[in-house]
């Protein structure tokens, strides 16, 4: 079933469509396809920019870092990434984006206002996730080529987490007002949630090979976390526990989350067995986009 179109749109996602192309869609019903070919196996991630539209960051068929912005186009910056892996980007406090991504050295790199070599090692395979600092600057969370779970911020650097990482998985961070929230899969292929004051809970649910989980703050200083689960469908994961949904996922391809400006989240995925672009306001009925992705990637949402 397709759900009408919103007045305004709740979220926008991004993704690589089955052409290659860099895609957009919102819940506004709106869609349009970059003129920049995307590396086959990368996603995108997207960001809204304080002055409202979206930037998203990918990696080309070139296999430069690009950032298309929904005034103005697509941007090569000009940075080499390494082959597979994709970039995340956040909107600043103090303006303007910060970006994070697997550098063609296998070290991870940023850009703000110029780009950066952090001298970090990063698993192969495996990509950097980021959240914006309130005071200024980011946090990014990556899993280390000697597998171990790090944090880096853009003020002081790397932070070795001492945790083990399920190989070729990577993390997602969340920056809560007074602590960070970080999802990984275990060693053992369960879903892990790092919290900066109290650290690391095993929630015991079995995570899809080949994916990795995404998370987002909600309102009232919450999170919520959206994984495939090791029987191939969608759920997400909250302090308060599991919420299994029935809806299958592709293979080595994970959901995303977002928070919404009128509380609660939306989640994206690409639907098993159509490589449909699917979605849903939780807790309201799910859609599909009629847009379909190229197989085994991923696709990311913003508010």
Do not use: C, H
Not at 21 to 39: D, E, P
Not at 140 to 156: D, K, M, P, R
């Amino acid at each position: 079933m397709v759900r009408p179109a919103a007045s305004s749109p709740a979220f926008q996602a991004a993704y690589q469509e089955r052409l290659g192309l860099m895609g957009t869609y919102t819940s506004a019903g709106a869609s349009a396809n970059s003129t920049v070919t995307m590396l086959a196996g990368t996603s995108p991630s997207i960001e809204e920019p304080a002055g409202g539209g979206s930037w998203t960051a990918f990696q080309a068929s070139s296999g430069d870092l690009y950032v298309a912005s929904s005034a103005s186009g697509p941007y090569n910056l000009g940075l080499g990434m390494m082959a597979g892996t994709s970039p995340a980007i956040a909107n600043l406090a103090g303006g303007g984006w910060g970006i994070v991504f697997q550098a063609n050295t296998g070290t991870l790199w940023t850009d703000t206002s110029g780009s950066k070599n952090s001298g970090l090692g990063m698993m192969a395979g495996t990509n950097p996730s980021i959240t914006a600092a309130d005071g200024g600057g980011f946090w990014a969370a990556f899993q280390a080529n000697t597998g171990i779970l790090w944090e880096y911020s853009s003020a002081s650097g790397g932070y070795d987490l001492g945790i083990s990482m399920l190989k070729g998985t990577s993390p997602a961070i969340a920056g809560l007002p007074s602590s960070l929230e970080i999802a990984y899969v275990g060693s053992a292929g369960t879903l892990w949630v790092w919290n900066s004051s109290t650290g690391s809970t095993n929630t015991g649910q079995a995570v899809a090979i080949g994916t990795s989980p995404s998370i987002a703050y909600t309102a009232g200083g919450a999170w919520e976390v959206a994984f495939q689960t090791g029987g191939g469908t969608l759920a997400t994961y909250s302090p308060s526990g599991v919420t299994d949904y029935p809806q299958p996922v592709a293979a080595d391809s994970s959901p995303a989350i977002t928070a919404m400006t009128g509380g609660g989240y939306a989640l994206a995925w690409e639907g098993s067995g159509t490589d449909l672009l699917d979605f849903s306001d939780a807790p309201d009925s799910d859609g599909t986009s009629l847009l379909t992705m190229a197989p085994g990637t991923s696709p990311a949402l913003t508010q």
